[in-house]
């Protein structure tokens, strides 16, 4: 079962978790939290929500505050019915003895939960992250313990998440740490050139491969047979003028846009003068 289960975190989740280290009290060393997602048929789970949970440890002992767990989760499922609870998090630390204490709690919970564990303090000198999932240990008819195996996990984001992503990444090179929002042909012009950008390299890629230079990839060769079958089959001239009415669309809808906003601009002045 561990070597199946894959896990997908969203960024929300991992801003999450950082608010809630960031926000600890000095005493404590970590934070944790409950994590909620869904299953899906090819054994992945997927995060895309998560809340802390007060707790408390001392030595070898935990303290965790199951009323608030259960409240917190029931108004959760108000307004997010679909998602369920999937594992925990802890933030700060690695595992400790007191971690399969608290996953046992979760064991009740869910089926089969896992356990990430973020690197806030950064130690390795980026936010990384893992996940685990408790296997037990020991002969066929005796166990003796039980161990957190290592499972696959990676980020993934919804399209929104990502667009949120990389304006917090272009935050980072201002004074301020503010950025302003684009317009609307400014996005489709850098997302034109970084697909032009794209197709230069792999146009590059696959004259080094036919010209001997490099070996080629069996993996990658397939990835871009697949990626051409997927391009529709259309002639230059008709391309051409779907893109120019499509184009003709947005700029329609975008004068629209401009002079409605005008006009109300112009109504709540007239209002204003009478």
């Given at each position: ?31 944790i ?81 896992i356990?990430?564990v ?9 936010l ?27 980020i ?109 601009m ?9």
């Amino acid at each position: 079962m561990a070597n199946t289960v894959s896990v997908k975190v969203h960024p929300l989740v991992l801003f999450s978790i950082i608010d809630a280290y960031e926000r600890r009290s000095e005493e404590q060393k970590r934070v944790i939290g409950t994590l909620l997602g869904n299953y899906d048929a090819r054994n992945t789970i997927e995060i895309v929500q998560c809340f802390s949970v007060p707790h408390s440890e001392v030595e070898d002992e935990v303290a965790v505050e199951l009323d608030y767990h259960k409240n917190m989760y029931d108004l959760h499922r108000r307004s997010f019915p679909s998602h369920l609870i999937v594992g925990w998090y802890s933030g700060g630390s690695e595992i400790s003895e007191t971690s399969f204490s608290i996953h046992d709690f979760y064991a009740r919970e869910a089926k089969n939960p896992i356990h990430l564990v973020v690197d806030t303090p950064l130690r390795s000198g980026k936010l990384s992250l893992k996940a685990f999932i408790c296997a037990p240990m020991g002969t066929p008819r005796k166990q003796t313990g039980l161990m957190f195996t290592p499972i696959p996990v990676e980020i993934h984001s919804f399209n929104p998440e990502h667009v949120a992503v990389n304006a917090l990444m272009k935050g980072r090179f201002t004074r301020n740490r503010m950025i302003e929002n684009a317009a609307d042909v400014t996005l489709v012009e850098t997302a034109l050139q970084k697909m032009q950008n794209l197709l230069a390299r792999v146009v590059a890629y696959v004259d080094e491969v036919l010209s001997g230079r490099i070996p080629g990839d069996p993996k990658i060769g397939r990835s871009l047979s697949k990626l051409v079958e997927t391009v529709p089959q259309i002639p230059q001239d008709e391309l051409e003028t779907m893109l120019n009415g499509n184009t003709n669309d947005v700029l329609m809808v975008i004068y629209l846009s401009n002079l409605l906003k005008t006009q109300l601009m112009l109504n709540e002045k007239l209002n204003t003068l009478s």
